[in-house]
């Protein structure tokens, strides 16, 4: 009843709409605001115009003219409904639908009509009733678009009508009529005609202005139905070749489309083709459109090649050309990416949120990356990627991230160019990911991989540089963490990163001063260095040019003044250390800017940097170990820093004059004293100016030393200033460099300390060294190293001097130090117990304690140990020197001397006090390294001295040595034994160990304190200068053994030989090659930086060859290698060969095809392997360093031989035969180096060598052609033979060693045959029956060799044997099931049969006590496999008396049983 009433008002009130006689005054008012065209009268109204309304009116809806909405009366399905019902049930149907159409094409023809019938229509109410209608209704239009009747007709009539307005864009009230025909469109329960409708927009589209064409397309997939998307995406596809204008709307509906997989794949594929003609702004959509498209199959390739196209470098623009863009766009598009950001950073949004939600995305982003095997190919993206995957950590993204980026940098495809070309061009960006970014550098600093350790220290850099305060910070905060950590690397790298920071950015950096003072806190963990550069840093950053951090000043110095003031020794070594580096930036000279003179320091800083220096000389006067530190460290900011002039003078004015009254004294002056031993001139070089010279008083201050330290025991007050002999050598090396800085680097003011004598004792007294008392050896071995330390230090100021005199004097301080190390030797060799007196300063104070327990006193020195023995000192390094200022007279009992020269004793009584010393045996000094001081740099100099050797003086008569400054042997191993712990210490990356919590850290870079301060570069670049004395004395070591050779008839043991020589020789022969090795190993020489140093380095060898001339890498490679190859027929020892074939594989990885000199490399190797070694003295050389060297000489000789399975069937089958019919004690004839002690080695190489080598046969292919697989099986065949003649050698050599080795590389090479080579046995096995049956059968036999050998293990019980059998008995059974599963693949499963193994030793006897019962005699074991299988009862307690046999009786396929099955 309700619902009549309401439509019968409805029908009422559009009567009275349409009456031309109403009297509603707001009726006229809305018909009369039209376009300004008079109003139609009713009466003029068409037919067509009567039904139209007529039928609207009956079905609810009133049309309203003017610009008043539509009014609706009931639901509009109710209109729809009763639309429909009219239309069919009139007489003239279908008919009436045209006119229906005409009424509405006529009504629309006004603007207004059509703009009202586009918009909603409103709820009529009526009588405040209104809960019938809908709050929200569709419009006329749409609601006629519902009926499926009208629907076609509709939509012609309204795309009719939308070319009428495309270009008048939107209207006054933003109201655009184009998109508002199209939105009618969108979403309808039915599309009558699919097809027809999407023909006619896409010809809209084509004539369309951009707008209405962006509009168009994007509203497709809401217009057209599934049916259709195929075919549009097509026609959408070849659009957007056309037209790039649409790039954004067609890949948006393309986006939404329901497409089939092949036609998303082509579309993708045209839309990567035109990627990189996209405009910038349209990128972000195209790239999001790919990411979302891939599926799991296509992803890697999609990745990839999107990664390829896109360059992220171009998208980087200057700002007028990005201000020209941004005109062109329309003002929406450039408002919306002004609102996004930039297009970068869009882009990678789109990224992010692909590798977010989709697994495979993140999956195929490393796998690209990773796949880059160029470093020019690396890209901005890449990069940006990984911190993308890394911020995300979607799908355990973060831990691939860091692991590709690793890889990558570890080796050198992403380099620090690229990282600083991203932060540079992208900064915005990155700081997105500035956790990320932070964790990541973080990760890489902490990484016990060197090589990857600075690429996280310039991530730090470059982050504090380009990002704000808050990443600075953190930056800052992060790099103390490092420092507090206390692990060595990651110490480093974050100081030497402080460091940079404060000297780039001092202002910046000067805001965290005190996040950098906290690390004050945490020093018990750093080593000396490390805290020099804590100092360096702090006290730049508070005392520097700008004084930024003035306010941590006051700090500094209550740090300063507690440490000095402390009683432990550790904590005065800190203030110390501080003090010396505040000194050094307080006192800096400022040089002159521009034109304004040098600024004198201000008065107050000067007297606050005197102060300073009182301060720390009064805190260490009473401690020598104190103040030894003090002028070491003085002396290192003299040569490291430029002071005022003012602080300079200052230092040096006391030092000259303190170092004379202290340690020097005249000739000729008489010194009373009690001494231990008698005091006696020794190794005095300035023989003119007997009596007006000077000498060093060592000896009556260490006596002094001793009696103080007894003293000081005894009382509880603290002594005054002392003087000891501790500072001897560190006050002179102070006094040196203040002279050299005054002088430019002239010495001549001290030049007489180089010659002058010392007051020591006679050193015959070494020998009587079991007669004396413990106080008396330890107060000689104190004497002995005092007078080396000296020595070297000497030795370090005067190296550089050009003058023939003073370098033949350096020449002779280095045969006192080769000859007082003998004698050292021997002393430290009769006292137990001793701790040496301290040399290097900066270390710990438990070093010594540690050293008492662990050094090697008292040991006597053993062959074959690899470290160079030296019985006695040369010849040619003693006799003109030290030996020679030895008086001859001693009396022991004489108390008051007058220090005069002595007569120089004969050279025969020398020559026999030689012969007897050579009895003598002592310690080896290499754990006494870290009482020496330490030599420079420089002093390698001396390099470049040719060499004396014994021959040389024999052909020349002695008449040319004083002439020309030479080298002696122990002079020349004694320099490259120092330049070899050199190099090793400053070029070898060793990983960052972190030391165990319990155990005490040992600082291998005691010694080292000097050379730390300067970088590996600087190390590198040194060595590259050496080179060509290096190489003449390599060319001399050649030259001496190949006369050696040629005199004795092509052996080196000759009647005539001089073991002494030879073995010194032999030393600077291997040093050399190591020295080499060592170098050209350097990972930095592959940095693009460092190719110029390298190709000078490999210069030098190949000039020895080929001459100067400007050659290429490779070329320079080639000749080096050459030149190298000649020293391989002088080798005297096994461990030299071993060093030059190091050295020639070192070298020629520096080229592009290291494979071009593997063949010469394996022949040098086979003709070392194929020599007869003997020692100097005529033995064999033999030992644990003997077969260590063989065994890597070995591997290299199997590593670069062509074929490694005849290679290993040749010494398996060959050598070893002939090793087994010689003599018990004698050698293989062919290769000497084969003999029963060394069998171990070479089974163990070739066992490890075979397993490695089957590994790398290429995994077989059912799609393998005849050829590929008969060469596979043919490989297969002999791996097999040689596997199964190394097996049965335990026959022979049954020790547990060779057993261990055989069980382990037994279980790998079986895993690496059922792996590998099975699945070639399944696909061969019908084409090549009768070899793979031979294949099977020797490995049969092989097999069964090794579950005997388990049997064996268990029953001698030995763990060591044990631990591999289930390992291995569990491959033997699943080697028997898989040799079943080829029969049964091969339809021959009726050949194989399994049995029961019975338990055998290692000759085959059986194991009575396991005896398995009911089993036939042994079989083959072929083919077999563990099936089902009734056991007894031996077995049921012992698992491994079951071995399965099968295939046929006697361990053979039998052919006819194939052939039928195969059939």
């Known amino acids: 009843m309700m619902r009549k009433k309401r439509r019968s008002c409805v029908e009422t009130v559009v009567e009275g709409a349409n009456t031309t006689t109403t009297t509603n005054s707001t009726t006229k008012a809305k018909k009369s605001r039209t376009t300004g065209r008079p109003p139609k009268e009713s009466v003029s109204d068409d037919t067509n115009q009567s039904v139209f309304t007529k039928f609207l009116r009956e079905a609810g809806v009133t049309v309203k003219r003017g610009a008043t909405s539509n009014e609706i009366a009931v639901d509009q399905v109710v209109f729809q409904k009763r639309i429909e019902q009219q239309l069919r049930k009139n007489p003239n149907y279908p008919g009436i639908i045209q006119e229906f159409i005409t009424g509405l094409e006529s009504h629309i023809e006004d603007p207004e009509n059509f703009r009202n019938c586009l918009l909603p229509c409103v709820p009529q109410l009526s009588d405040g009733d209104g809960s019938s209608v809908s709050s929200f209704q569709e419009s006329l239009l749409r609601m006629l678009l519902g009926i499926e009747i009208l629907q076609t007709s509709t939509i012609n009539t309204l795309l009719e009508k939308l070319p009428e307005f495309m270009l008048d864009g939107a209207g006054d009230a933003g109201i655009s009529v184009p998109r508002i025909i199209i939105n009618q469109l969108k979403w309808l329960d039915r599309v009558v005609d699919s097809k027809e409708l999407a023909a006619k927009l896409m010809e809209l589209v084509s004539v369309a202005p951009v707008d209405v064409q962006r509009d168009i397309i994007t509203s497709l997939p809401e217009i057209l139905e599934d049916s259709q998307h195929n075919d549009i995406a097509r026609e959408l596809n070849s659009l957007l070749q056309t037209n790039t204008q649409l790039t954004v709307p067609i890949l948006d509906a393309l986006s939404s489309l329901n497409l089939s997989s092949s036609l998303l794949t082509e579309v993708r594929g045209a839309v990567m083709t035109t990627l990189a003609a996209v405009q910038l702004e349209d990128l972000p959509v195209v790239v999001k459109f790919i990411l979302h498209s891939v599926s799991v199959l296509d992803a890697y390739e999609v990745v990839n090649n999107l990664r390829k196209k896109l360059e992220l470098e171009q998208c980087v623009l200057p700002p007028a050309l990005q201000l020209s863009q941004s005109r062109t766009r329309s003002d929406g598009a450039a408002a919306a990416a002004s609102t996004a950001g930039s297009s970068v950073a869009l882009i990678l949004d789109g990224i992010k949120s692909a590798v977010r939600f989709q697994k495979t995305i993140s999956e195929a982003w490393l796998k690209a990356i990773d796949s880059v095997d160029e470093s020019e190919n690396h890209k901005v993206i890449d990069l940006l990627v990984l911190f993308i995957l890394h911020s995300t950590n979607a799908n355990q993204s973060r831990r691939g991230a860091e692991r590709v980026l690793k890889s990558k940098v570890r080796t050198g495809l992403i380099q620090e160019a690229l990282l600083q070309k991203t932060f540079r061009d992208h900064s915005q960006v990155m700081r997105g990911y500035f956790p990320s970014i932070l964790a990541v550098a973080q990760c890489l600093l902490r990484s016990p991989d060197p090589c990857v350790v600075p690429f996280g220290g310039h991530m730090y850099q470059l982050s504090f540089i380009e990002f704000d305060s808050y990443c600075q910070q953190e930056v800052v905060g992060s790099l103390v963490t490092h420092v507090c950590s206390g692990v060595g690397g990651e110490v480093d790298m974050a100081l030497e990163l402080l460091c940079g920071l404060v000297t780039e950015k001092p202002s910046e950096m000067a805001l965290y001063a005190v996040f ?211 500072c001897l050598s560190p006050f002179f090396r102070l006094l040196r460099l203040c002279e050299e800085k005054q002088h430019h680097g002239d010495l001549e003011e001290i030049d007489a300390l180089l010659g002058c004598p010392l007051v020591i004792t006679g050193l015959d007294v070494v020998e009587k060294i079991n007669s004396l008392s413990k106080a008396e050896r330890e107060f000689l071995c104190n004497l002995l190293f005092f007078t080396i330390n000296w020595f070297r230090e000497v030795i370090n100021a005067f190296c550089r001097l050009k003058e023939t005199e003073m370098k033949m004097k350096v020449m002779t301080r280095l045969q006192n130090i080769t000859y007082l190390q003998t004698l050292l030797e021997r002393a430290l060799a009769g006292t137990s117990g001793y701790v040496p007196p301290v040399a290097n300063f900066d270390g710990e104070t438990s070093d010594a304690a540690t050293f008492a327990s662990t050094a090697p006193v008292n040991k006597a020195k053993k062959d074959g140990t690899g470290k160079k023995k030296r019985k006695a000192p040369s010849k040619s390094s003693s006799e003109n020197s030290s030996l020679l200022e030895e ?577």
């Open 516 to 726: 950098v003072k906290g690390i004050l806190d945490y020093m018990d963990n750093l080593t000396p260095q490390q805290i020099r550069r804590l100092f360096h840093l702090l006290s730049r950053l508070a005392f520097g040019q700008q004084q930024q951090g003035a306010h941590i000043q006051d700090d500094m110095h209550i740090v300063i003044r507690k440490q000095l003031s402390s009683m432990v020794p550790k904590y005065k070594r800190i203030g110390i250390i501080g003090a010396v580096m505040i000194v050094g930036s307080m006192g800096a000279f400022q040089p002159k800017v521009k034109e304004v003179k040098d600024q004198p320091l201000p008065q107050e800083t000067f007297r606050q940097v005197t102060a300073l220096l009182e301060l720390v000389r009064s805190s260490s006067d009473s401690s020598p170990e104190a103040a030894a530190l003090y002028y070491d460290e003085l002396a290192n900011l003299i040569l490291s820093s430029t002071l005022d002039p003012q602080v300079q003078e200052n230092i040096a004015k006391s030092v000259l004059d303190d170092f004379q009254d202290d340690f020097v004294v005249d000739l000729g002056k008489e010194i009373t004293g009690s001494f231990p031993f008698p005091a006696r001139l020794m190794y005095n070089l300035d023989e003119e100016e007997s009596q007006e010279g000077i000498a060093i008083n060592l000896l009556p201050l260490l006596a002094k030393d001793i009696q103080n330290n007894r003293e000081q025991l005894s009382q509880t007050k603290r002594a005054n200033k002392r003087v000891s002999p501790l």
């Open 887 to 1463: 008086p001859t007279e001693a009396n022991e009992t004489q108390q008051a001397i007058v220090l005069v020269l002595k007569e120089q004793p004969e050279k025969e009584k020398e020559k026999e006090k030689e012969k007897e010393k050579e009895t003598w045996q002592g310690v080896s000094l290499v754990s006494y390294r870290q009482f020496f001081r330490e030599l420079d740099m420089e002093v390698l100099s001396v390099l470049q001295c040719g060499l004396l050797s014994r021959s040389l003086l024999d052909s020349e008569l002695q008449t040319k040595v004083q002439e020309e400054v030479l080298l002696g042997p122990a002079e020349l191993v004694f320099l490259l034994e120092d330049m070899l712990r050199k190099v090793e210490f400053s070029l070898t990356s060793a990983p960052v160990k972190r030391a165990p919590f319990f155990k005490t850290r040992t600082d291998k870079s005691v010694g080292f304190s000097h050379l730390q301060q300067r970088s590996a570069k600087d190390i590198a670049a040194c060595c590259v200068e050496l080179l060509p004395a290096l190489c003449s004395h390599l060319e001399n070591c050649h030259n001496h053994f190949q006369t050696l050779l040629s005199e004795n008839n092509g052996v080196v043991d000759g009647p005539a030989t001089d073991v002494q020589e030879q073995q010194l020789m032999s030393s600077c022969y291997q040093l050399l090659l190591q020295v080499l090795n060592t170098t050209f190993s350097w990972s930095g020489f592959s940095l693009p930086g460092q190719r110029g140093l390298l190709k000078k380095a490999l210069g030098v060898l190949a000039e020895r060859l080929k001459g100067r001339s400007e050659l290429t890498l490779e070329q320079l490679v080639k000749h080096s290698f050459e030149y190298l190859l000649n020293f391989g027929s002088t080798m005297p020892s096994l461990s030299t060969a071993l060093c030059l074939s190091q050295l020639l594989s070192t070298v020629s990885e520096k080229g592009g095809n290291p494979a071009a000199y593997r063949e010469q490399t394996a022949s040098l190797a086979k003709r070392f392997l194929s020599q007869d070694w003997v020692t100097a003295s005529g033995e064999k050389e033999r030992g644990n360093k003997f077969n260590e060297a063989l065994h890597t000489l070995l591997r290299i000789y199997l590593d670069n031989v062509d074929d490694v399975l005849k290679a290993v069937e040749e010494i398996a089958g060959e050598r070893i035969p002939e090793l087994l019919n010689a003599p018990k004690n004698e050698s293989s004839p062919t290769w000497p180096t084969l003999n029963r002690q060394t069998f171990l080695v070479f089974y163990k190489v070739m066992m490890a060598e075979l397993e490695k080598a089957v590994r790398k046969i290429p995994a077989s292919k059912i799609s393998d052609n005849a050829e590929a697989q008969s060469e596979k099986l043919l490989t297969w065949n002999l791996a097999v033979r040689d596997f199964h003649v190394l097996v049965n050698l335990v026959k022979v050599f049954d020790s547990r060693p060779v057993l261990n080795v055989c069980l382990k590389y037994g279980r790998l090479f079986l895993e690496s045959f059922l792996k590998l080579g099975m699945p070639l046995l399944d696909y061969s096995f019908k084409r090549h029956k009768e070899d793979v049956q031979s294949l099977l059968k020797t490995f049969q036999l092989s097999t069964r060799q090794l579950h005997h050998m388990c049997g064996y293990s268990k029953i001698h019980q030995d763990t060591s044997l044990t631990n591999h059998v289930p390992a291995l008995k569990k491959s033997l059974e699943l080697f028997v099931y898989r040799v079943k599963a080829t029969l049964t693949l091969n339809n021959c499963q009726e050949a194989f049969w399994i049995g029961n193994l019975k338990n055998r030793n290692l000759k085959g006897e059986e194991i009575l006590s396991q005896r398995s019962q009911g089993s036939d005699e042994e079989e083959g074991e072929e083919e077999h496999s563990l099936l089902p299988q009734e056991k007894s009862e031996d077995e049921g307690q012992e698992s491994d008396s079951e071995e399965p046999k099968m295939i046929n009786g006697e361990g053979n396929v039998a052919e006819e049983d194939i052939t039928d099955d195969s059939e």
